[in-house]
């Protein structure tokens, strides 16, 4: 961490103080499909748009274990919203990959950047740089970004095959398809951008496979323990907070509720019922699962960041293990908590049905995917190659 950044423990307390104002407003965002301005402001007040920018801009350069917590407190508030800011922040640091000069033109006070892996769009040779063309669903805060960071497949070098390219493309080339209405996440804002013969220069296109390789185009950050980590290392550890923090809030949720009767029986309480006993104690344990398995994702990218060292294949996978556990023991924890709430938490009027919903949107994103990431570090147990570039 940037030595001249808030404290852990600050960062820490200011998402806390935030978080009941993201609370006040997940039913806006949940009916208008965005997070509300003033959640957004919050934000921005408090500094947390900063955590993965350079410290010469003013950013704070987060190591992970940090962002982990931080992320844990802001989902307590709303799960939108600490998705986005973990989204923002995971596409900073992909900004930071590319020329210092480039950095230089984004990095703006508080400029945020959303992006995504897939590369669903071509880029075509042209002077200086390439023409792309396409669109990128699941583009999560792009309502509220300067740049986003796309993905597109292009001629490799020699020209004889095709590779996936990263493309720092300004918000402003590209449009907006407001097709984000689903049953979770609701207020990220998660719409489909689309570039139409959107003219990309040459510096601010980068391969995807040099990234993934920790060959970044920035003479600077390397410098920094924070952009020595792996790419999807670093993504993993970004995104567990909001898992943990989302099941936190389903428990907090649920104890809150527990003198409710249960209907159908002499309970008068759901308090006095061994299920419930059951019920809280396996929600708890799944959160202090999920909670084991960030701090130890995050622990190593810190201190491999740290100490300047290679990943070896293993070491990558078990990083996507690491995620597919917390999103399984978090997304588990929400789904057993909301069956034990009964009827009356179908209500859009209670909070513990988004946060089911939240997490169970959160679970079907391919990188947290619990099996996919299960069976992929089974497979390499097994004595087999990954079968992914994206590790």
Sequence with gaps: MNANAPARAELVRR??????????????????????????AALTDAGLFRMRVPARYGGYETDAATFVEVMTELARGDGSAAWNVSAWSISAWMACQFPDHVQDEVFGEDVRVCGVLSPSASAVPA???????????FISGAHHSAWQVAL?????????AQWPLMALIPLS??????????????????VTTVAENVFVPQDRLLPLALVLQEQSASKLNPESALYRAPLIATG??????????????????????????????????????PVTHLQVAEAALR???????????????????????????????HARAYLGRVFDRATRTARTLGDA?????LYLTGSLQRTVRDLHALSLHALMHSATN????GRVLCGLAPNTMYL
């Design 15 to 40: 998402a806390a103080e935030v978080a009941p104002v993201l609370r006040a407003n997940a039913p806006w965002g949940d009916e208008h499909r965005r997070l509300h301005e003033e959640s957004l």
């Design 127 to 137: 002077a200086d740089g390439m023409v792309v063309n396409g669109a990128w669903q």
């Design 152 to 160: 597109a497949m292009g001629p490799t070098p020699d020209g004889q």
């Design 173 to 190: 080339d590209l449009t907006i398809v407001d097709d984000w209405d689903t049953t979770g996440l609701r207020g990220t804002g998660s």
């Design 236 to 273: 993993c550890t970004t995104f567990t907070g909001t898992a943990i923090g989302l099941a936190k809030s389903a428990l907090a949720t649920y104890l809150e509720q527990l003198d409710k009767k249960i209907t159908y029986t002499e309970y008068a309480s759901r308090r006095e019922a």
């Design 287 to 317: 959160i202090e699962e999920a909670e084991g398995h960030a701090a130890r994702l995050a622990a190593l990218v810190d201190a491999k960041g740290a100490a300047g060292e290679p990943w070896t294949p293993e070491e990558r996978v």
């Design 341 to 345: 709430s009964g009827g009356g938490s």
């Design 374 to 377: 299960t069976e992929l570090y």
